[in-house]
């Protein structure tokens, strides 16, 4: 279970670490509950297995730390992803699809039947993307309206802007590595980093939107990156990560202003 420091005060972040009263507490000022999503699965030679759900993590939790207004709350990361097409490599750990997405659907059942109305899924693993927009968009037939995203979603336009290789977030590449040398940079093996921005995909030129579902076969060498994980720094990491806290942020507080929204407000049909 991931934790985090401390900062001195006596506010509580973490779902599993609040107790009964603080919950009935926190209901009372429409609280926000973010749902980190990722994986553990290859990230190249020089990563470690937890990227996906350590950058969704470290960012909800920044983000509970600076809202003071009212409480947003970090439920257990869901560290667990839809990921079988990385399995070539050893690390990997995959869901099939349907406990993948029945997982996603329950916890935000949960969430909801303990009062919390506004719920966000911030996942860092590309291949729960679809999976975690199919299981919002299901649940809003429940009245349970979620808002679900990547976390480079927030900020996509500066990844290529501020890339050294025009590169979005790549996989293990430039920014999923400048991410982790911000945040755990310990964890990063420098002499094992490498590029591969070119993939070697099955089909060519104006058929090259038709892809497979795998990896290993698809990148150069076999490295498993997407992208230069050379041009990483910590301080390109720090710049995003700290953009994507900041668009969280105000996510949270224009979510908190909104009422909550329910199909079943106009009855049982549509005028």
Partial sequence: MYSVSHDGS????????????????????????????????QHGPHCPMDVDISAPFHMA????????????????????????YNMGFAGTISLRLETFQSLIADICRSIHANGFHRIITVNGHGGNAAPCRAVSWQLAEE????????????????LREWSATEESVGHGGEWETAVQQHLRPHLIDDDRRVSDDALSLP?????????????????????????????????????????????????????????????????????
């Fill in 61 to 84: 939790a920044e983000v509970a730390r600076r809202v003071e207004a009212f409480p947003v709350i970090v439920a257990p990361p869901v560290w667990s992803g839809f990921t079988h």
């Fill in 10 to 41: 006596n506010k509580k972040i973490l779902w599993q670490e609040m107790l009964r009263h603080e919950f009935e507490a926190a209901l009372e000022q429409r609280p926000v509950v973010i749902v980190p999503v990722g994986s553990v699965e």
């Fill in 203 to 271: 089909f060519d030129d104006e058929l090259a939107f038709a892809v497979f579902a795998e990896r290993r076969r698809d990148t150069r060498d076999g490295t498993g990156v997407m992208g230069d994980a050379t041009a990483a720094t910590a301080a390109k990491g720090k710049r995003i990560f700290d953009l994507a806290c900041d668009r969280l942020a105000t996510l949270c507080h224009e979510y908190h202003r909104l009422p909550v929204r329910q199909y079943r407000e106009f009855g049982s049909h549509c005028p």
């Fill in 143 to 158: 009245d349970i309206f979620t808002l679900s995203f990547n976390w480079w979603d927030m900020v996509e336009a500066e």
